[in-house]
């Protein structure tokens, strides 16, 4: 450092503010300093963003030489392989009489190889024409037919060929392009991509009693998992809920994020709420009193991220969680609530500490200030599971259907994804599709529907009848 000598005093003064602007610079650059250093944290090389988005940016990794890996499942894993069909429709012999290298005459039969080969037939569309009788009736005073089970009222495509297009289109998340292309291509079939929408309306309609039936049955389970993603209607922003149990599963679309859409599904429902700590699950939990069970995924994945910015204090968070949460998923369910207060206890001597980063000190009082008997709910209740990985899963082709689609263009339109999406999530989870399912479920919504319109015309015509007499 170069020291200054002043000769008057007018130099002595220059100098003293030189010597004060330096010490007020260097403070700043210090200042500057520890922002850049925070800042380089919370946002790593290692990460861009796009469209108000982040994303990995993986390093560029020099190809290296394939080694040879052994086939099959890891040590302890279950295996999957094709299993071989249950019935074989048709056998055929294959015979060889010469060499197919020299064109020598070959000996007799050796041994006989089998192999079975599935395949599929080559479509050919099926029209059917009906001959529909009506007849009068002189007691209803009405004329009558019966009802075709193979088709919506005024259809000209079958309920099969209908449930094909919102398989495509929900369970497959095509564009209206593309499966007006494949069923053209698979079916030979032409509908096109304005009719598309009139076809998922129609089935929307008769699937109408089954999520009604979707909605109370989830009500009235001893536990359901819920989650929210955002959603696209028209350009505008407004959010999808999922509320899944294991064998249902509903959406609802609403511009709402608040408690007031879960409340106005589940109604005064029972049971426990399994969430992720969502401000309008916690005001829903106030609103109807339920227990309720936080996801450790997202308690764990939380503190992954303060291990990533925070090192050794973050580390020492997430430690501690896995121990306390490997302990109380080892009591499979059948804990008591000594159990739960002995976990809790371990989980408060581990995180109860003087912590350097606000941001650690902020997620370990927020965790330990919630209700035990919510962290660890699942410790004395074997039907309700420790993480929210259900609602995730059925989110998730929800997300990729807002991406390829872009979400939905109207309120109908909402109405028809919500409908469709749930009757075919709980058939996938039950392990079977809505082209299995649905006939059953539209026909017997077809039959109510005439049975109540038949009742409307016998008033009508009676009516008629007394007021000519």
């Known amino acids: 450092m170069i020291n200054l000598l002043a000769e008057t005093p007018r130099d002595q003064r220059i100098i003293d503010a030189l010597r004060k602007a330096g010490k007020w610079k260097d403070k700043k650059i210090d200042d500057l300093e520890k922002e850049l250093d925070e800042y380089k944290k919370r946002h790593p090389s290692n990460i861009g963003e796009k469209n108000g988005k982040s994303y990995e940016i993986k390093p560029e990794i020099p190809p290296q030489p394939a080694e040879k890996k052994k086939p099959g499942q890891k040590k302890g894993h279950r295996g999957f392989f094709r299993r071989s069909p249950d019935h074989v429709d048709r056998v055929e012999k294959v015979s060889i009489h010469r060499c197919p290298v020299c064109s020598s005459k070959l000996s007799r039969v050796q041994e006989i190889r089998e192999r079975i080969i599935e395949d599929i037939p080559i479509p050919k569309t099926i029209v059917t024409k009906y001959r529909i009788e009506r007849r009068y009736c ?9 009802q075709i089970g193979d088709a919506l009222p005024n259809a000209r495509l079958s309920l099969r060929a209908m449930l094909a297009v919102a398989y495509l289109k929900i369970g497959m998340r ?17 509908v096109s991509e304005g009719e598309v929408f009139n076809i998922l309306k129609s089935l929307t309609e008769g699937f109408g009693d089954r999520y009604d039936d979707l909605v109370k049955t989830i009500r ?5 998992h819920m989650d929210s993603t955002s959603w696209r209607n028209d350009g505008r922003n407004e959010n999808l809920w999922t509320f899944v149990t294991r064998g249902e599963a509903i959406f609802r679309i609403s511009r709402s994020n608040g408690h007031d ?15 992720d700590r969502h401000s309008a699950f916690e005001t829903l939990a106030k609103k109807t009193g339920n227990d309720q069970q936080y996801c450790e995924s997202h308690i764990k994945g939380d503190a992954k991220e303060l291990e990533k910015f925070y090192g050794n204090e973050g580390g020492r968070i997430l430690r501690s969680l896995k121990n306390v949460y490997d302990e109380a998923k080892s009591l499979r369910g059948h804990g008591t609530m000594e159990d739960v207060e002995r976990l809790h206890r371990k989980l408060v001597f581990f995180l109860d500490s003087d912590y350097e980063h606000k941001k650690c000190r902020d997620f370990a009082e927020n965790l330990l200030k919630r209700r035990k008997e919510w962290i660890f709910k699942f410790v004395t209740d074997p039907q309700v599971e420790s993480t929210n990985n259900r609602a995730e899963r059925a989110l998730r082709p929800s997300v990729i259907y807002r991406k390829t689609n872009g979400g939905t263009r109207s309120e109908s339109g909402d109405r028809v994804y919500e409908t469709l999406a749930s009757v075919s999530y709980t058939s996938r989870i039950r392990k079977s599709n809505i082209m299995a399912d649905g006939p059953v479920e539209i026909k017997k919504w077809m039959d109510r529907k005439r049975k109540k319109k038949m009742e409307e015309r016998v008033e009508r015509s009676v009516k008629t009848a007394d007021s000519a007499s």
């Open 261 to 275: 859409v879960p409340l106005a599904v589940l109604g005064k429902h029972n049971g426990t709420d399994i969430h």
């Open 220 to 224: 009235d389970s001893p536990y359901r």
């Open 138 to 146: 002189k007691q209803c005073r009405i004329m009558v037919e019966p």
């Open 174 to 190: 095509m564009s209206e392009e593309n499966v007006s292309s494949a069923m053209r291509g698979l079916f030979g079939i032409t």
